[in-house]
């Protein structure tokens, strides 16, 4: 009977913890909102420098 309760006392555990830190919950908004890689700054500033690096190698040659 004791290892019955523990089973269930670790399961409501596991459930608690899964659904606080788990996976996101539908309806429920995201703490940062997804950003499509042409709206990111971060994306578009690493496609310049990519690009500029780029043109002065191909300078270069």
């Given at each position: 009977?004791?290892?019955?309760?523990?089973?269930?006392?670790?399961?409501?555990?596991?459930?608690?913890?899964w659904r606080t830190f788990g996976a996101p919950r539908p309806g429920v908004?995201?703490?940062?909102?997804?950003?499509?890689?042409?709206?990111?700054?971060?994306?578009?500033?690493?496609?310049?420098?990519?690009?500029?690096?780029?043109?002065?190698?191909?300078?270069?040659?």
């Open positions: 009977m004791l290892y019955l309760l523990a089973a269930i006392g670790a399961l409501t555990v596991a459930v608690v913890l908004p995201s703490s940062q909102p997804r950003v499509a890689p042409d709206d990111d700054p971060d994306f578009l500033r690493g496609l310049s420098e990519q690009h500029r690096k780029r043109s002065r190698d191909d300078d270069e040659k």
